[in-house]
Nanobody, 120 residues
């Protein structure tokens, strides 16, 4: 059974930082690109960034504040978020896909999400 479990969300003040983690099990992690998405209330799920299976390629919606990394030995992907803004408030999801993709429908497996709330 494939599982993706996000953690690290919480309440942070504007300008602060958070690092989200996504621990996976039940899949060959190094065979998958990993993506991060977010969804705010009343809005569609949107692409945050993705990283290739070996970490050699990344793609971001906003590369100035967000950084994705992965540890294939620990089957875990990370999302470092800096200079957070209230508009970053959302549920953040990780997802697995054989290749880099920006559309949610391309991803095979999803986590349950972790809430990030940025106060002004």
């Amino acid at each position: 059974q494939v599982q993706l479990v996000e953690s690290g969300g919480g309440l942070v003040q504007a300008g602060g930082s958070l690092t989200l983690s996504c621990a996976t099990s039940g899949l060959t992690f190094s065979n998958y690109a990993m993506g991060w998405f977010r969804q705010a209330p009343g809005k569609e799920r949107e692409f945050v960034g993705a990283i290739s299976w070996n970490g050699s390629r990344t793609h971001y919606a906003d590369s100035t504040r967000f950084t994705i990394s992965r540890d294939n030995a620990k089957n875990t992907v990370f999302l470092r978020m800096n200079s957070l803004k209230p508009e970053d408030t959302a549920v953040y999801y990780c997802a697995a896909n054989p290749g880099l993709a920006v559309t949610p429908s391309a991803y095979y497996y999803w986590g349950q999400g972790t809430q990030v709330t940025v106060s002004s």
